[in-house]
């Protein structure tokens, strides 16, 4: 009601601040009114400095000289307060007014599910996949049979929690997929007392991942008997799971290691090394790009190997710690301390209460190479003779793992040992990478790498979980590309990417709230003034919960001709995921 039918007014949603609507000024005055009553609830959020900074944008399109700027916020923490501040736009403004309009006065009890991690990083059919659940009471005072369901095609599963005051609590589901491609699903705690959840946005994750199809591998090795224990176990369908056909699961291309330069490494999902003599430096520079790249490799050096040119070419290229020296052992040396909780050995073993059972698995090792730990190196297997016999190198995107001995009797028994079968099978699908699928924030940048054909018709299409919303395309011209959705992400939920003409997934991602969102303290009028002052240099008015709106802003003006000007004003309605229904929560 204080703005008059000549102001040139701007409105816009947080939310949708960065969208070419935002600089295009409302004309009837009516149509704002529409707009507030219409107005729903994003799942999108902005930091205080992106909104100052696209506020500036929305207020250099306005013709007339006197500018106003309205923040309406609950005066939430998380929002306005930002360890990094990238935005100092308005502060040479000195024909513009700054308002804060804060909304409500107290903060609203809730309890969010933070976190949802997958704990397993190796997907196969039929075999339990480890799912944690982490929820975060913000209240002063305990919640108590609080009900978490698992939802994953047709299973559901539900755990119940008590969380005490200002404190989490976690809990793990298990469930095991039954076909190879993408799955998902949602983990939602159910808001089943609202006097101690009252705000529901923040109570589902959703995740997905991916249980490959085929995986794309590449055998090098010195010679052909060098590889005949690793090309039985990809023989033995046991190997693997009990519900999947080893003959279908692999591509399998055996070359002789000389020829590695030879070969598009990116065609392969992993690569196994077996007593390679030497690297020369071409070779090591190809490694480095494929590992660098997301390709993983399983290296045994052997007999024949030169371990001097190893850490000169593959270790120094890859900036890994160099290998020690061959050692023979007078004593059979046998498996001391195992990584468990290492995705290649998690759920291998049964575990007794003392976690020390590595003796009836334990194979003898007779020689090998003493591995070197350090900088991005893991030791998952340590020997008895104080050596590691299986390393995990990180290096960019990839992974390599190292072990200290060929696969073969002269080196010890090791193939010959139950426990050979999995680890080699599950060192294999760990290297290759084709698992991890990121979660997503709605609204925020989400590059994912998309192949393309190379053509200017190559298109991809973005389907939303809302089936009233169409998919969106996207051009990817050129070779692979590195592609950011996060603008199509405008909800929470699993979005799937595909090629367009294609029902296949290219990829499931799943799209989840801001967490920062959960924590719902609050700023009061003067540490707002403050943060303003000190940290952007903008003298804002603030006009608490209490004060009458219209008689506030007509104050403000006080003194000032205003009318003289077509005014210009910038209403940045801060409408954060909850902020609707907390709202009317408050007012009850």
Same mark, same amino acid.
Do not use: W
């Given at each position: 009601d204080a703005i008059s039918a000549d102001d040139e007014v701007f409105f816009t949603t947080v939310s949708g601040i960065s969208s070419s609507g935002s600089t295009i000024p409302y004309k009837d005055l009516s149509k704002i009114k529409d707009t507030l009553v219409n107005l729903k609830t994003s799942e999108v959020t902005r930091d205080l400095p992106e909104v100052l900074y696209y506020a500036e944008g929305i207020l250099s399109s306005a013709t007339h000289t006197h500018k106003e700027v309205y923040l309406v916020t609950d005066g939430q923490s998380s929002f306005l307060k930002n360890d990094v501040v990238y935005s100092d736009a308005l502060k040479s403004r000195g024909n513009m007014n700054f308002t804060v309009v804060l909304t409500g006065s107290r903060n609203a009890n809730n309890i969010s599910m933070d976190t949802v991690n997958i704990v397993s990083k190796i997907y196969e059919k039929a075999r339990p996949v480890k799912i944690k659940v982490k929820l975060n009471n913000h209240n002063n005072f305990n919640s108590v049979n609080k009900s978490v369901i698992i939802t994953f095609g047709s299973h559901k599963e539900e755990k119940v929690l008590d969380v005490p005051a200002n404190t989490s609590d976690e809990t793990e589901f298990i469930i095991k997929p039954e076909t190879a491609g993408f799955s998902s699903g949602s983990i939602e705690l159910v808001q089943n007392d609202i006097a101690d959840d009252e705000i529901s946005g923040d109570n589902r994750?959703?995740?997905?991942?991916?249980?490959?199809?085929?995986?794309?591998?590449?055998?090098?090795?010195?010679?052909?008997?060098?590889?005949?224990?690793?090309?039985?176990?990809?023989?033995?369908?046991?190997?693997?799971?009990?519900?999947?056909?080893?003959?279908?699961?692999?591509?399998?291309?055996?070359?002789?290691?000389?020829?590695?330069?030879?070969?598009?490494?990116?065609?392969?999902?992993?690569?196994?090394?077996?007593?390679?003599?030497?690297?020369?430096?071409?070779?090591?520079?190809?490694?480095?790009?494929?590992?660098?790249?997301?390709?993983?490799?399983?290296?045994?050096?052997?007999?024949?190997?030169?371990?001097?040119?190893?850490?000169?070419?593959?270790?120094?290229?890859?900036?890994?710690?160099?290998?020690?020296?061959?050692?023979?052992?007078?004593?059979?040396?046998?498996?001391?301390?195992?990584?468990?909780?290492?995705?290649?050995?998690?759920?291998?073993?049964?575990?007794?209460?003392?976690?020390?059972?590595?003796?009836?698995?334990?194979?003898?090792?007779?020689?090998?190479?003493?591995?070197?730990? +350090?900088?991005?190196?893991?030791?998952?297997?340590?020997?008895?003779?104080?050596?590691?016999?299986?390393?995990?190198?990180?290096?960019?995107?990839?992974?390599?793992?190292?072990?200290?001995?060929?696969?073969?009797?002269?080196?010890?028994?090791?193939?010959?040992?139950?426990?050979?079968?999995?680890?080699?099978?599950?060192?294999?699908?760990?290297?290759?990478?084709?698992?991890?699928?990121?979660?997503?924030?709605?609204?925020?940048?989400?590059?994912?790498?998309?192949?393309?054909?190379?053509?200017?018709?190559?298109?991809?299409?973005?389907?939303?979980?809302?089936?009233?919303?169409?998919?969106?395309?996207?051009?990817?011209?050129?070779?692979?590309?590195?592609?950011?959705?996060?603008?199509?992400?405008?909800?929470?939920?699993?979005?799937?990417?595909?090629?367009?003409?294609?029902?296949?997934?290219?990829?499931?991602?799943?799209?989840?709230?801001?967490?920062?969102?959960?924590?719902?303290?609050?700023?009061?009028?003067?540490?707002?003034?403050?943060?303003?002052?000190?940290?952007? +240099?903008?003298?804002?008015?603030?006009?608490?919960?209490?004060?009458?709106?219209?008689?506030?802003v007509i104050d403000l003006r006080t003194g000032k001709d205003l009318w003289q000007y077509f005014l210009a004003l910038a209403v940045i309605f801060l409408i954060i995921e909850y902020l609707l229904s907390r709202s009317l929560l408050r007012n009850k």
């Open positions: 994750q959703y995740f997905s991942f991916y249980i490959p199809e085929k995986v794309n591998l590449l055998i090098a090795s010195g010679s052909p008997i060098d590889a005949e224990y690793i090309k039985a176990v990809l023989n033995i369908s046991e190997a693997i799971s009990q519900a999947t056909d080893i003959t279908t699961l692999y591509n399998i291309k055996e070359i002789n290691a000389a020829d590695i330069t030879g070969e598009n490494l990116k065609a392969f999902n992993s690569i196994i090394i077996i007593n390679k003599p030497s690297f020369s430096e071409k070779e090591a520079v190809i490694l480095k790009e494929y590992i660098d790249g997301g390709g993983g490799a399983v290296i045994y050096p052997g007999a024949s190997t030169d371990i001097s040119n190893y850490n000169n070419t593959i270790m120094k290229e890859l900036d890994l710690p160099y290998i020690g020296g061959k050692y023979y052992a007078e004593t059979p040396a046998k498996f001391e301390k195992i990584d468990y909780s290492h995705p290649v050995f998690e759920g291998i073993f049964r575990l007794e209460a003392d976690k020390n059972n590595t003796s009836i698995e334990s194979p003898e090792i007779l020689s090998g190479f003493s591995l070197s730990g +350090g900088r991005n190196a893991l030791s998952i297997v340590t020997l008895t003779n104080g050596t590691n016999f299986m390393e995990e190198y990180s290096k960019g995107k990839g992974k390599l793992i190292m072990f200290a001995s060929s696969p073969d009797m002269a080196s010890g028994n090791f193939p010959v040992k139950n426990l050979f079968s999995p680890v080699t099978i599950r060192s294999i699908l760990y290297t290759s990478n084709l698992n991890g699928i990121k979660s997503a924030t709605a609204g925020s940048d989400y590059f994912a790498e998309i192949p393309a054909a190379g053509n200017s018709n190559d298109t991809v299409l973005v389907t939303p979980p809302v089936e009233s919303q169409n998919s969106a395309k996207i051009v990817l011209p050129g070779e692979n590309k590195l592609v950011n959705f996060g603008n199509e992400f405008k909800n929470t939920g699993i979005y799937r990417i595909s090629s367009a003409g294609s029902s296949d997934d290219m990829l499931r991602v799943p799209v989840n709230f801001d967490i920062s969102e959960t924590r719902t303290g609050r700023m009061n009028s003067g540490e707002i003034e403050t943060l303003f002052k000190d940290t952007y +240099g903008i003298n804002a008015n603030v006009i608490s919960n209490e004060d009458v709106l219209t008689a506030s």
